[in-house]
């Protein structure tokens, strides 16, 4: 059940300004502000909703946050048989950082080892925006 809470606003607006009719003439260019007869006071309700804390100790993880089963070659790599798959890509780049495993004339590539080469099909060189991609078919349903 969602917490709703209102928030009360208060606005002045002209009634008689109008924003169509030019200045007859630039010696009125500094004109003295509209007097209070001329505004009114405008008053509005903003509702917002809130999650309580319980609701969100309840929510299950959805989507890439989801612990999926893995294939044993990735299961190998990441160290987990369950594994979300964002946690996966950042323990994929941790591999790849710790091992030195990006060409050091273009960081967009990467060499891949052999525990690398098991998950990205046996390719020797994987581009960095290609990870991603490559990891899927290892995700069980």
């Not at 309700?45 to 890439?64: D, F, K, L, M, N």
Request: aromatic share 4%; hydrophobic share 40%; proline share 8%.
């Amino acid at each position: 059940m969602a917490i709703t809470s209102g928030i009360l606003s208060s606005v002045l607006s002209p009634q008689t300004v109008s924003f169509l009719k030019p200045y007859p003439s630039s010696s009125m260019l500094l004109v003295a502000p509209p007097s209070s007869a001329n505004l009114r006071m405008v008053r509005t309700v903003t509702c917002c909703a809130t999650v309580s804390s319980q609701q969100q100790e309840q929510r299950r993880p959805r989507g890439i946050m989801k612990p999926r089963r893995v294939s044993p070659e990735m299961a190998e790599l990441v160290g987990a048989s369950e594994i979300p798959r964002t946690q996966a890509l950042k323990r994929i780049w941790a591999h790849i950082k710790e091992n030195n495993l990006q060409d050091p004339e273009n960081k967009k590539i990467i060499i891949c080892d052999e525990k690398l080469k098991k998950i990205f099909g046996g390719r020797d060189r994987v581009g960095f925006l290609e990870v991603a991609g490559l990891i899927s078919p290892h995700f069980l349903k």
